[in-house]
């Protein structure tokens, strides 16, 4: 069964952190793009990371740059996502998602509709 498996979301005091994963069963992320995106209530889905198929091409949005650090773990097929400094604009429910490359790709992709699967998300909220 292809899926990804988000974990990690909660609740913290603004300056906080938390850790969000997204482990992929029925297929490697390897020949994925991957991104993590983000939807408010009464907002529309935005791209917050992206990386590229290849791996050597990022992107964050500027939102949460330089607060927000993309990992992957490859043994275990799962990929992160580490944030800091977390903002009360920065609740949203979070999202993985992975994009399939018939061949090596080397953009990174941030319109959500261009995804194959997706995680079920995981509620993240920042309030004091």
């Known amino acids: 069964q292809v899926q990804l498996v988000e974990s990690g979301g909660g609740s913290v005091q603004p300056g906080g952190s938390l850790r969000l994963s997204c482990a992929a069963s029925?297929?490697?992320?390897?020949?994925?793009?991957v991104g993590w995106f983000r939807q408010a209530p009464g907002k529309e889905r935005e791209a917050v990371f992206s990386?590229?198929?290849?791996?050597?091409?990022?992107w964050y949005s500027d939102s949460v740059k330089g607060r927000f650090t993309f990992s992957r773990d490859e043994t275990e097929n799962t990929v992160y996502l580490q944030m800091n400094n977390l903002k009360p604009e920065d609740t949203a429910v979070y999202y993985c998602?992975?994009?399939?490359?018939?061949?090596?790709?080397?953009?990174?992709?941030?319109?959500?509709?261009?995804?194959?699967?997706w995680g079920q998300g995981t509620q993240v909220t920042v309030s004091s």
């Open positions: 990386r590229s198929e290849s791996g050597g091409n990022t």
């Open positions: 998602a992975a994009k399939y490359e018939a061949v090596h790709a080397f953009e990174f992709e941030t319109d959500w509709e261009e995804y194959d699967y």
């Open positions: 029925g297929f490697h992320l390897d020949f994925y793009t």
